[in-house]
């Protein structure tokens, strides 16, 4: 049909875009993470698991992947209990308003993530927005009241424990995993949003008629039909979420603090200021393994849950 | 415009004394759109009612509005003295078979048919042996744990019914279940279908634009055009006594014979014959098989009912048992003939048919 050139016009240059700008540079990380650095800083061509043993050899760096998970696992739930049932009713209540809402989901994707970063620093910090708004309606002062009186139990509180609350203004707010939470959450929600439509607006609606027909109230409908119908969308959505987060560096960066470092910000800070490129690749082709396996899990999960 | 609420009349002679499920002046439209004009209808318990028309009727909308899925404009739908109309669908004891299936696809066959009983709450220990002897019912035992996506369209069409059987509804309602089913197996269909109403007991409400279909199956057929009934008979009736020119058109084939009639004598072109209508213009209807060919060689008066005109062979088209004939009798009048067997037939031949058959009807749209 097609002929030699053609076809060969065709895939060579991404293919070539994937080797070069992909492949290669993998394979030199690949390299480095076997390499280390000198006292003087240069770096030295002997091969060794050095890295890799430093990295199981130092808590800061498990420490950091498994809070840079925990933060990844309450973005992914939290942008999934705000995209389903956004998605929900985009699909089967919007009608005439679907398009404009649908536009409105979107639009935040358009907008610089920088521009959203800074925006989340006016709202969250101690001058902010919020900590005004808070203020104006006393809330902090009640909280305050409240922690006062009730100190034994917030104490208790994992959570306000964890997250080194002190009140007045909410300083927590900022420079925290929560603010990481907040801002990657309002990022990713999106991607959680947009699998989830799709996989919804697929359910053919006369199988929700069927359910009806068969005496099954909108609530059970939704649980038995709906639902389970959506998983793969689900699965998806979770998987963009989590993946991205997990990988997120301008987030910690921005509104993180120290408390709120992710492992993205060690690779970034190996290659930068710390001046061990050998350390940063090991951690990067760690994390690589981590993102590839979950990929391949999740792609797993997703078509086991589709029955077209 | 209500003139042709007959439906609302059911047989005096029907066993029940009140109907099981009750349609009184139901309207419907979508937008401007007026689908349903005033529709009654009664349906008795235990009967195969085939609601029959053209697409674009309101056929389904009609069915729609039983198994709740629409909500009439005006009037209301009752299932013995409990009102259906104000339902929602999961509360009515009716039950759809859908055009498209409608299986769920993440659900085995078993678990498809299981699904109305777990809604409704049905005892778990119950379910497998319901489930198990409503599949046997519809012959598909050996495919409990199969996936929908499996089955071929008769499969998927049986579970269909038997995943609506299952719950023993009141009514069921069935939307051109076998529009999708090649001919063969749709006849097939039509006897199990029969015979599984009959074994089950549950009445039937039955959509089809087929009119050989809604023969075959029904005790009754509604016949329905454009948003209104235009006659509700069993099919011998509405075949052999249409009430309207669409009725006779529609249900099989018919020569419409536009006459004037003149002292109970109707005359059409070369067609002359008693009738008890009144003088003036009326239209009957003449079925292809009420019109017999006379062989030359039978005694002048066999039937003195009958009457007599001559007419010259203009086609034959070979249907196997039967061969369809337009015949030619002066003046350009074409008359469609069918008869049984009579071998190859060329020129001028002399046909009778009995004045009975000859039935008035209403002309289409005159009410």
Redesign the interface.
């Known amino acids: 049909m097609y002929s030699r050139t053609y076809k060969a016009g065709v895939t060579l240059p991404p293919l070539l875009w994937i080797v070069l700008f992909l492949l290669v540079p993998y394979a030199i990380l690949f390299c480095y993470s076997f390499w280390s650095v000198s006292p003087s800083e240069v770096i030295v061509h002997n091969w060794s698991l050095g890295n890799y043993a430093e990295l199981i050899r130092q808590p800061m760096y498990l420490t950091t992947l498994l809070r840079s998970m925990r933060i990844a696992a309450s973005v992914t739930v939290l942008a999934l209990l705000l995209g389903y049932p956004v998605a929900y009713y985009l699909s089967f209540h919007a009608a005439k308003r679907r398009d404009l809402l649908y536009l409105l989901v979107i639009i935040p994707l358009w907008a610089s993530y920088l521009v959203r970063g800074y925006a989340w620093k006016t709202i969250l910090g101690t001058d902010g927005v919020l900590n005004g708004v808070l203020n104006f309606l006393h809330v902090t002062n009640a909280l305050l009241f409240l922690q006062e009186h009730l100190n034994v139990f917030f104490a208790a509180h994992s959570l306000m424990h964890n997250w080194h609350v002190s009140f007045v203004p909410l300083s927590f707010l900022l420079y925290s995993p929560f603010a990481v939470v907040i801002m990657l959450t309002h990022i990713y929600t999106p991607f959680t949003f947009l699998p989830i439509y799709a996989s919804l607006e697929h359910i053919?609606r006369?199988?929700l008629?069927?359910?009806?027909?068969?005496?099954?109230?909108?609530w059970?409908t939704f649980l038995?039909?709906i639902l389970?119908?959506s998983l793969p969308g689900v699965v998806a959505g979770a998987t963009f979420a989590f993946v991205l987060s997990l990988g997120d560096f301008l987030a910690p960066l921005l509104v993180g603090g120290p408390s709120g470092i992710m492992i993205s910000n060690i690779v970034a800070s190996e290659f930068g200021a710390a001046y061990n490129w050998p350390l940063g690749a090991a951690i990067s082709l760690c994390m690589l393994l981590l993102v590839v396996g979950l990929l391949f899990l999740t792609e797993r999960l997703e078509r086991s849950l589709s029955?077209? | 415009m209500t003139s042709t609420l007959s439906g609302g009349n059911a047989p005096a002679d029907s066993s029940s004394p009140a109907p099981l499920l009750s349609i009184r002046n139901v309207e419907k439209g979508f937008g401007a759109r007026k689908v349903l004009r005033g529709i009654s209808l009664d349906v008795a318990a235990g009967e195969f009612l085939t609601i029959l028309g053209e697409s674009g009727s309101g056929k389904t909308t009609l069915l729609r509005l039983i198994a709740g899925f629409e909500m009439p404009d005006r009037g209301e739908i009752w299932m013995g003295d409990e009102r259906l109309d104000v339902l929602p669908p999961y509360l009515r004891p009716v039950n759809t078979v859908f055009q498209s299936y409608a299986l769920f696809p993440h659900l085995s066959v078993f678990e498809n048919v299981a699904y109305g009983l777990r809604a409704q709450s049905v005892s778990k220990a119950e379910i497998p042996d319901r489930v198990r002897r409503t599949l046997e019912m519809v012959k598909m035992s050996e495919y409990e744990r199969a996936a929908p996506a499996r089955l071929s369209g008769g499969q998927q069409q049986r579970v269909a019914l038997a995943r609506a059987l299952v719950n023993q509804p009141r009514v069921l309602l069935l939307d051109e279940p076998l529009s999708a089913l090649d001919a063969n197996l749709r006849k097939q269909m039509h006897v199990e279908l029969k015979s599984l109403q009959r074994e089950v007991g549950i009445t039937f409400v039955f959509v089809t634009h087929d009119q050989e279909e809604a023969m075959a199956l029904s005790d009754r057929i509604a016949l329905l055009r454009g948003g209104s009934l235009e006659q509700v008979a069993s099919p011998r009736d509405i075949y052999s006594r249409p009430e309207t020119s669409y009725v006779a058109q529609f249900i099989g084939q018919t020569n419409l014979l536009d006459a004037e009639v003149r002292n109970g004598v109707a005359s059409c072109g070369a067609l002359v014959w008693q009738t008890f209508a009144p003088s003036g213009r009326a239209t009957f209807s003449l079925r292809p098989d009420s019109i017999r060919i006379v062989s030359p060689g039978s005694s002048a008066h066999a039937d003195i009912s009958a009457t007599r005109f001559q007419g010259r062979i203009a086609h034959q088209t070979f249907g196997g048992a039967s061969d369809l004939l337009e015949i030619e009798c002066g003046n350009g009048q074409i008359l469609r003939v069918r008869l049984s067997g009579p071998g190859p037939l060329s020129g001028t031949h002399e046909f009778e048919f009995r004045a009975v058959d000859a039935v008035r009807v209403r002309e289409a749209g005159a009410d």
Do not use: C, M, W, Y
């Not at chain 1, 008629?209 to 909108?218: C, Q, T």
């Open positions: 053919p006369n199988l008629e069927a359910s009806h027909d068969l005496g099954a109230s909108p059970k038995r039909v389970p119908l029955f077209s």
